[in-house]
């Protein structure tokens, strides 16, 4: 889809946005559950043009801000759902008048947050997964894009068309930059397109520091995350001829390790770089007893399609899945793990 389709496209929704001006009302933008950089890229970017245009706006959240992520929120006004009072929740529940998902379509991927989206006035969505959705009104999806923030920047430009006001700062230029670099990583992804780099480009404009950015996303880590990764590592298996590489990871593991879920983030990719591997699959084991996988691949290979038999969802060579056992009927991850990867070699042809 070209820009200027995405345009088009996404007008109805800026005519909506910019009707809330001057208005005693709230716009609370949703970022999927696990957020990631795309996610909160996209919706830190809306939050802040969205005060420029005098409009009241906040990102609600499924959880905490992680420390990684933290440099975009600003003067951002952000909410963990989780962690408001109920009195609190019916208040905005009373207020927003426009909910907005972003880097998500589906209803599963709000958590406990379906509520307050569902009851709103209206609802809004910005997406660049296959959904089952269909574009139209105030939801725009477009699967061809390389990151979320790609529709985010082109909604921009329509408001600033529209309004023949200057929205975009570093600030907002740094939220977009980094939707870019972590969902394409670092521009090396099979999703990173001509217009991903021309985007990339234009909001070099506003000096950002991209030497800084990708050091703090791709290389600097914590040593007890270091630590943590190497013993990961050295419990994870090889299948199908050495070419889908898997880990399985258990609640008593991480207890006994001190091994958080920010330490297991990076393990789908370092397994994917191992020489000669086109698969990789972490499973853990969640506090809620079911288990989460994260799956990426190489190439044509499409994993996406493992992910939605599960419930799940993403792109051609990076998604997940959240399951329970008894839905598998396997009773313990290794079960589970196996099953997957049956699933994968098959689907594959491995």
């Known amino acids: 889809m070209t820009r200027e389709t995405r345009k088009i496209g996404l007008e109805a929704l800026a005519k909506k946005i910019l009707s809330k001006r001057n208005q005693d009302e709230l716009i609370l933008v949703y970022p999927h559950v696990r957020a990631d950089g795309d996610a909160y890229g996209s919706s830190f970017a809306l939050v802040k043009v969205f005060t420029k245009l005098g409009i009241e706006a906040a990102v609600l959240a499924e959880e905490d801000l992680s420390n990684e992520m933290a440099y975009m929120r600003a003067e951002s006004e952000f909410i963990n759902w989780n962690e408001l009072s109920e009195e609190d929740q019916n208040e905005f529940k009373q207020k927003v008048s426009l909910s907005i998902q972003v880097d998500s ?26 959904s089952s959705k269909d574009n139209g009104g105030l939801i725009f999806i477009d699967p061809e894009a390389g990151a979320n ?41 099979d999703n990173t397109k001509a217009e991903t780099l021309k985007i990339a480009a234009e909001l070099l404009e506003y000096e950002i520091n991209v030497a800084e950015l990708n050091n703090h996303l791709f290389k600097e ?17 090889l299948s199908a001829d050495e ?75 990076a998604a997940g899945f959240t399951i329970a056992a008894s839905e598998l009927g396997a009773s313990d991850l290794d079960s589970i793990a196996q099953q997957i990867i049956a699933e994968i070699k098959h689907e594959l042809g491995l």
């Open 105 to 130: 379509s589906e209803d599963d991927r709000l958590a406990n947050r379906l509520g307050i989206f569902q009851d709103s006035p209206e609802y809004a969505i910005i997406d660049h997964h296959i």
């Open 149 to 189: 923030v790609e529709l985010v920047y082109t909604l921009i430009l329509v408001l600033e068309e529209f309004t023949g006001e200057k929205l975009f700062d570093k600030d907002i230029a740094l939220d977009i930059y980094t939707g870019l670099l972590t969902d394409t990583g670092s521009f090396s992804y």
């Open 221 to 237: 880590k914590p040593w007890d995350r270091l630590i943590a990764e190497t013993k990961l590592i050295q419990h994870a298996k």
């Open 243 to 317: 070419k889908i590489a898997y880990l399985s990871v258990s609640q008593e593991f991480m207890n006994a390790n001190n091994i958080t879920d920010a330490d297991l983030e990076n393990l789908p990719a370092v397994l994917r770089n191992i020489k000669g591997v086109i698969v990789s699959l972490v499973l853990r084991e969640t506090k809620e007893g079911t288990a989460r996988g994260n799956l990426r691949s190489t190439g044509p290979n499409d994993i996406s399609v493992i992910a939605r038999a599960h419930n799940g969802g993403g792109h051609l060579n």
